[in-house]
């Protein structure tokens, strides 16, 4: 059997499979031929039997904590264990650094044995910027040893973390193999894998050594150089700027794959918020391995408005084009640890029941979660489950189209038009424009689609005010509630047989037609009843804040 955290062999995947078929369950008949005939066709329809694929269960929940969050609290692991939690990942090697004597981590995994619990272990390889871990302890580093080189953007300041030079490959190839020689076998490297320092930020390491590899890999000639730095700048995404992004994949892609083979094929990888070319992240040399999705809200204030929690949609949607269900975990996190209420903790888990995210990640830095949390989160866990059960394998399907293209993955600003999802109106995943309905574009996708560099399919492309133009046959929409919901009516005589949320109340409605069902949340904090209609047919629904339900008996 196949594992979860295989990466492809070569010939193994077809490559004139979409990326949405890739994602969201699909096969191309060109591909299921050839693995029948390969006789492999067992580990696609089962990607993963062992500890990180399908299993009797749709749905599963891990937690990642420090060994000495283990080992100072005895309580701790049976707390989580009864909430549900069934693997604990334990943090090791931390970009250059072991924080903790190597035995804790031996000790700790025993302790989560006795509670029952699963262990393996998340490393974070090239660190993050600032204090993105929540350290409490003065005592613990920050940033990689001295003797790693740091990074320099493109307009010549040096930042510590998030950039490849010799030796942080080597050390995490180490580290990996030690690591392994203790009996730890499975492993994620932490969303600081990445060579840009956060999202809407276009990567890679401008220093001289990296200048002169990068001219000599394509052949350019110096003057160049200038011209590539003006792009940056500028975010014009030209063939120069293409060939830095490549250039930056296949770096960051070399070094996954020297540190999957040190793990004998059990590495995963966590991806930040919307990361894609611009972060070093060619998402495609990812797709047959463990894959976490970005999410970014991670805190009350960013959480608890509709947009907040559509913009987080939005990405895990984005990411799910290339991961299938099996292989897709959560970055289930509140930083730091109590910033998110118990409610709204609680509440995340909905969006990866809604686009069929096997696995939650739970996370909190090095810091857990309060106690607390764990009471309304293993409610939660439990419902989520339940739903899941229903829905899982089913593809969400809509006239509103999310769609984030080329432009925005290699220079957008990571802002994206993603409101559209709460309006009440199903949606789907294109990875190309669609030939109906109407899609939402970025501002970046937007101009492109009015320089003709973006081209529609028969969708009808929706911008905002924001983008700056009208071209292109571009719509205009400005992305709030009120306007989405004035769309929504002006659109209703076409919607025919798809179900909608007739009344101006935010929520996600997501439609499995093939399940003869639908999910309904309500985004919002406060009690709010809905009016769900298919054709001629009512339905009113009322829900706590915050709450989700399946609606059965919605189908075309």
Known sequence: MSSAFTLPMKGSLDVGASEADIGFGGMSRRRCLGLIAAGSLVSVLWPGLAWAGRSAKPRDYHLCLSPEAVLSDPDLPALVARAGVSRVWLTGFFYGHWPWPIDTLTRARETLHLAGLETDVINVPLGHPGDSLGARDGDFPLTPPSYWRPGTSWDGKTYAGTSLHPPATQENVGALRRLGTMGFSQFFLDDDFRLARGPGMIGGCFCEE???????????????????????????????????????????????????????????????????????????????????????????????????????????????????????????????????????????????????????????????????????????????????????????????????????????????????????????????????????????????????????????????????????????CEETLPALFALKHRLRPTLGKVPFVENDEPAVLAWYPTARAALLWNVSTEPRSFVVRCVDHYREVHLDGLESTVLPGLAL
Request: charge should be positive; aromatic fraction near 12%; proline fraction near 4%.
């Open 210 to 476: 990296h200048r002169s590899r990068f001219l000599r890999s394509t052949g350019l000639t110096k003057g160049r150089w200038p011209e590539l730095l003006d792009d940056v700048r500028s975010r014009r995404f030209t063939s120069l700027l293409r060939q830095w992004t490549e250039f930056t994949c296949d770096e960051l892609t070399g070094s996954f794959r020297a540190q999957y083979k040190a793990t004998r094929g059990k590495l995963g990888i966590m991806v930040m918020y919307l990361g894609a070319e611009k972060a070093g992240l060619r998402l495609v040399d990812y797709r047959d391995v463990a894959f976490r999705v970005g999410e970014l809200m991670f805190q009350d204030p960013s959480f608890t408005s509709a947009k907040g929690k559509t913009d987080e949609i939005f990405s895990v949607l984005f990411h799910r084009r290339f991961v299938a269900p099996e292989r897709a975990w959560s970055e289930t996190t509140s930083y730091p640890a109590q910033a998110l209420s118990a409610a709204n903790l609680a509440a995340k888990l909905v969006i990866s029941t809604l686009t069929d995210v096997r696995h939650t990640m739970f996370m909190s830095g090095l810091t857990p979660f309060p106690k607390a949390r764990w009471t309304t989160l293993a409610q939660e866990m439990r419902r989520q489950a339940r739903f899941h059960a229903q829905l899982a394998g089913h593809r969400p399907r809509g006239p509103f189209k999310h769609f984030w293209g080329e432009a925005s993955r290699h220079v957008g600003d990571d802002r994206p038009f993603s409101l559209f999802l709460a309006a009440g109106v199903p949606f789907e995943v294109t990875d190309r424009p669609a030939q109906e309905g109407w899609t939402f574009l970025s501002d970046t996708d937007a101009r492109a689609a009015s320089e003709g560099k973006l081209l529609s399919r028969g969708t009808r492309f929706v911008g905002r005010l924001t983008a700056g133009t009208t071209a292109g046959g571009l719509e205009t």
